[in-house]
């Protein structure tokens, strides 16, 4: 849980102390990314702690990451500085096209054949789940590289059968929940928030994490179907309608605590950049 030194409305904002390399994710995807990749370790440990990672696990999950090829290290006299690898931020600008940027409807399905055995872990990644032996089935946005034999689909009859296919196909009542749980908990820090005024900026930029790392957690899993393949009431607008009014209600305070206390190679990082702007531009025009 956040540590009690903020106040009682950020212990609420996850269920539980999040797992250290998942959570720097989060961070550098946020905050790091739009404003030249690199951070200072000593920043990323103090905003580990706020959410009861140890330091031990924090230098642990970077290790880890620099072993996958996501950060790369670099010391400056006694502080060492990470950025993203060329790969991780390839990587961070596809899911933050995801988190901050308007995705047209689908309006179709990609189905992908002889696909080589080894790039299973890919189509799964990108949303797609096999129907049948050597068959796959999922959505796609424009760019996306897709392995196999790729072709776009679009159901010309049998709507609810086509809805009956992506039920039993994708974990639809999973993703319902994780959404549902988000909205809840979610509106319930908005409605505090509108009773109460306006965060410290330490306390605005927790939040944001905390949020930010919900959301992804279930929209980078969402295969963000056609509507005509979704259940009623599906969830995912009201989320996303939520996600945005928060993130853009707290960034101005978090912008301040950015600025004035987390550190680059080259000096303190940017409270806004083009890219930080363009992401709230794109979360402005939903």
């Not at 706020?50 to 642990?60: C, D």
């Not at 392995?147 to 009956?164: D, E, N, Q, W």
């Amino acid at each position: 849980m956040i540590q009690t030194a903020f106040p009682a409305i950020l212990a609420s904002a996850l269920d539980e102390t999040p797992k250290a390399a998942a959570f720097i994710v989060t961070i550098y995807g946020d905050i790091v990314d739009p404003r030249g990749g690199v951070l200072w370790m000593g920043n990323l440990i103090e905003i580990c702690s706020w959410f009861g990672i140890s330091e031990s696990l924090t230098r642990t999950a970077v290790s880890r990451l620099v072993s996958a090829g996501q950060l790369a290290g670099e010391r400056v006299g006694r502080r060492s500085f990470y950025r993203l690898t060329d790969r991780a931020r390839a990587e961070y600008l596809q899911a933050a096209g995801i988190l901050f940027h308007r995705r047209e409807p689908q309006s179709g399905f990609f189905i992908a054949l002889n696909v080589p055995a080894d790039q299973d872990r890919t189509l799964r990644g990108q949303g797609f789940v096999p129907v049948s032996t050597g068959v796959w089935i999922g959505t796609a946005q424009p760019g996306e590289e897709l392995p196999g034999v790729v072709f776009a689909a679009k159901a010309l009859s049998g709507t609810p059968a086509v809805a009956a296919l992506a039920s039993g196909a994708w974990p639809l009542d999973d993703y319902r929940v994780k959404y549902q749980s988000f909205i809840e908990r979610y509106s319930r820090i908005e409605s505090t928030l509108l009773e109460d005024g306006g965060l410290r900026p330490a306390d605005a930029l927790a939040l944001r994490l905390a949020m930010v790392h919900a959301y992804r957690a279930v929209v980078l899993k969402d295969p963000h179907l056609p509507p005509n393949a979704l259940p009623p009431d599906w969830p995912a607008p009201l989320a996303r309608a939520l996600f945005n009014r928060l993130y853009l209600r707290m960034t101005a305070a978090a912008e301040v605590y950015i600025t004035g206390n987390l550190l680059a190679v080259d000096g303190p990082l940017s409270a806004e950049t083009a890219a930080s702007k363009k992401r709230l531009q794109g979360l402005r025009s939903f």
